[in-house]
């Protein structure tokens, strides 16, 4: 069974603060994706997916340069020990263009759902976008 980290993207922000060593009073809070999603890789997840809200209200990606900082984060630890960590995208991908945009800043993956099934966007075209 996969078991996938989420983060949530608003104004290339989480919503929600990450501070995993709060209880104990070690390290300090962090609104960063691309910190938070570093921690998830360190902690051994091999999937980051990432979901842009403001994208999945405005019907195109929205928070591309978090997305991007994401992705060239969690794949450097992974260059070194052979393996790569895939970061996949939800959220206001609604166009072969966002697929295309999102693939070329470094994303492994996009998760399409209702665009899908309203024939907004066809299968097959988000395929060739995504080669």
Do not use: C
């Amino acid at each position: 069974m996969l078991v996938i980290p989420a983060i949530e993207l608003r104004s290339s922000r989480s919503p929600v603060v990450s501070w995993p060593g709060a209880s104990a009073g070690v390290g300090a809070p962090t609104d960063r994706p691309e910190v938070i999603a570093g921690r998830f890789v360190t902690e051994g997840a091999r999937l980051v997916h990432l979901v842009d809200l403001r994208g999945a209200k405005r019907g195109r990606p929205a928070n591309l340069e978090a997305i991007s900082r994401v992705a060239a984060t969690v794949a450097v630890p992974f260059q070194v020990a052979g393996g790569r960590v895939e970061v996949l995208v939800a959220g206001g991908i609604s166009h072969p263009d966002g697929i295309r945009r999102l693939r070329d800043a470094g994303v492994g993956g996009v998760i399409l759902g209702e665009v899908l099934l309203s024939g907004q966007l066809r299968y097959p075209a988000a395929l060739e976008a995504a080669a």
